[in-house]
């Protein structure tokens, strides 16, 4: 949960203290120092500042959380659960700016991962074939909206509704 500054300087510091300790010659809290210093680097690859981002997110703070996710340089190497949510919020902040073609990108990669809740991922599902429908894109809204319609038990009833609403217009323009 560090931005990238952040983890600099607290890798910093842990290479400093490791530094100091092998000076007084106690290897053994150098090398949890160095353990350390890993463990942030390590956390920058894997978990990224995609926490930070969901919580600017989810208090609606869009320009922060995308802020925050462009400090991510490579997302391919995110973990498979941050790498999901990294996807979503960056699809919703696209969808928020309506641009429509980069929003249904993230969403699709969205949908490869697992996702905080089986709502999520069939938000992300449902994300593609609207943006799909729209575009004119009926077959590849049609196989989305029925790799949405698999978690039809596991999903709110709100959800369920735009499920439905969806099939309905999709059918509509099928005639």
Request: glycine share 4%.
């Amino acid at each position: 949960m560090f931005t990238n500054k952040a983890r600099i300087i607290v890798t910093l510091l842990f290479l400093a203290l490791a530094a100091v300790f092998a000076y007084y010659q106690t290897y053994q809290l150098s090398a949890v120092a160095v353990l350390l210093a890993g463990f942030v680097v390590w956390g920058y690859f894997k978990e990224g500042t995609v926490i930070l981002a969901a919580k600017q997110f989810h208090h609606k703070e869009f320009d922060k959380a995308e802020k925050l996710l462009l400090q991510i340089r490579n997302p391919e190497y995110l973990g498979k659960k941050r790498r999901g949510f990294y996807e979503f919020i960056f699809g919703s902040i696209s969808l928020q700016k309506r641009d429509y073609e980069e929003a249904e990108k993230h969403f699709e990669i969205a949908a490869q991962y697992p996702l905080r809740t089986v709502n999520d991922h069939v938000a992300a599902l449902v994300h593609v074939a609207t943006i799909s429908y729209r575009n004119g894109n009926y077959e590849k809204a049609t196989a989305f909206l029925g790799l949405a319609e698999k978690n039809r038990d596991n999903i709110t009833a709100k959800m369920r509704e735009v499920l439905n609403t969806l099939k309905q217009e999709l059918n509509n323009k099928k005639k």
